[in-house]
Every structure is written in C-alpha cells, then in structure tokens.
C-alpha cells in the first residue's frame, strides 16, 4: 500500500499553528508527540490538542520540550513580540509558508545604515540567497523547511563585518 504525503499548510501565524506545522512536517501525531513529553493517561492527546488549537499557551520549558522533540530551533514556536527584530524575522519566514508566493524585497540597508537596519538586510540577504537555491532547484523543499526551522540569527555579526 502506497502513502502519499501531502505538505501541511500553515492555518494562520499562532503558536499552536505553528507547532502543528512543524509536527506534520516532521510527520509526527499529537500522541507521539504526548508520549515523548511524558503525557499518560487516556486524554494524553488533550494538551497538544490545545497547544495547537491555541487553548493553551505552553510554559518555557514546555515549549522547549516540543520544539527539542521536533527538533526546530525553539525561536521558531515561541510567542512572538513584534517590537523585537529576530521575532519580526522568525514571522517573516512563516508568513511565506501562508503565502508562498510573496515576494521579499526589503533592500533598505543602504536608505538607513544603523545597526538594526543592517541586521535586518543581513537576515533578508540569507533568506534571498536560500530561496534562490530552492526556486533555482539546489535544495529541496524539505532541506530549505530545514533550514527555516534551524534558522538561528548570531548575535555580533553584522558588528564583525563592519571592523
């Protein structure tokens, strides 16, 4: 018997969303998931149920747990404050997997040269570069879904380039 497996679509840009993306895309069901965190009992679904739903918001190192069981880095689940660059990035990301056919084009280092400005181009020139590989056909869309779950934002290193 053949399986066909389907990309799961991103219902909107919550955090329980969110993590029932990232479980389908690693092809996990929520009593998988209950298990391996340690849930018993005959409602053990019941909490991932409603972290997905958005019913519940999981704790820091609940949240930890998950993501370290779906193996993303945590900044991809966390609840996001949009008065933060790396969270606005993070939301970046996920929006294009509710809209996949947006195009990016923030090219405005050069109009406003401070910090965080270039921290930001920094970010969009990566992800440019990825999604180029993945239209140009040099990496899959697992590897580039891999890529935006592990992406991490390293501190210090728009600093670096301009010693």
């Not at 399986?3 to 909107?12: A, F, S, T």
């Not at 040269?113 to 970010?123: G, H, L």
């Not at 140009?136 to 590897?143: K, N, P, Q």
Request: a negative charge.
């Amino acid at each position: 018997m053949n399986y066909v497996y389907l990309k799961p679509e991103l219902e909107n840009l919550s955090q329980g969303s969110r993590i029932s993306f990232a479980r389908q895309m690693r092809r996990m069901t929520q009593d998988e998931v209950s298990e391996k965190l340690g849930l018993t009992g005959e409602c053990k679904r019941r909490s991932m149920t409603r972290y997905e739903r958005g019913d519940r918001i999981p704790k820091e190192d609940r949240l930890l747990e998950i993501a370290n069981i779906l193996n993303v880095n945590v900044k991809c689940l966390k609840e996001y404050d949009f008065r933060n660059d790396e969270d606005m990035m993070y939301m970046l990301l996920w929006m294009e997997e509710m809209y996949p056919r947006m195009n990016v084009d923030f090219g405005f280092g050069d109009y406003f040269p401070n910090k965080r400005s270039k921290r930001i181009q920094k970010f969009i020139n990566e992800w440019n570069e990825m999604r180029q590989k993945r239209f140009a056909h040099e990496i899959t869309y697992d590897e580039y879904i891999e890529w935006k779950f592990q992406y991490e934002f390293k501190e210090g290193e728009e600093d670096e380039e301009n010693c």
